[in-house]
């Protein structure tokens, strides 16, 4: 287990679509160690269909990671 930092880049698993989005922690929070709970934003590479509630896992070579949920769309 390893923390991640400020433009992290791994796979968004939505539904049945594999998407690479990169990640911005919020102010002041420098990484995100296993078992944080964080807000973050992230800006997927790829424009794909997806709602608030929506969740989803966060993917590195094959494993999942880290998990989610949508809470706000920023277009």
Same mark, same amino acid.
């Given at each position: 287990?390893?923390? /991640?930092?400020?433009?992290?880049?791994?796979?968004?698993? /939505? +539904?049945?679509?594999?998407?690479?989005?990169?990640?911005?922690?919020?102010?002041?929070?420098?990484?995100?160690?296993?078992?944080?709970?964080?807000?973050?934003?992230?800006?997927?590479?790829?424009?794909?269909?997806?709602?608030?509630?929506?969740?989803?896992?966060? +993917?590195?070579?094959? +494993?999942?990671?880290?998990?989610?949920?949508?809470?706000?769309?920023?277009?």
């Amino acid at each position: 287990h390893t923390p /991640f930092f400020n433009n992290y880049r791994p796979q968004f698993y /939505f +539904r049945t679509t594999d998407v690479t989005g990169v990640i911005s922690l919020p102010e002041g929070v420098e990484m995100c160690m296993p078992g944080d709970n964080v807000d973050m934003d992230v800006e997927l590479i790829t424009p794909i269909a997806i709602e608030n509630g929506l969740r989803f896992a966060i +993917r590195e070579g094959g +494993r999942t990671v880290g998990s989610g949920v949508v809470i706000a769309i920023n277009e």
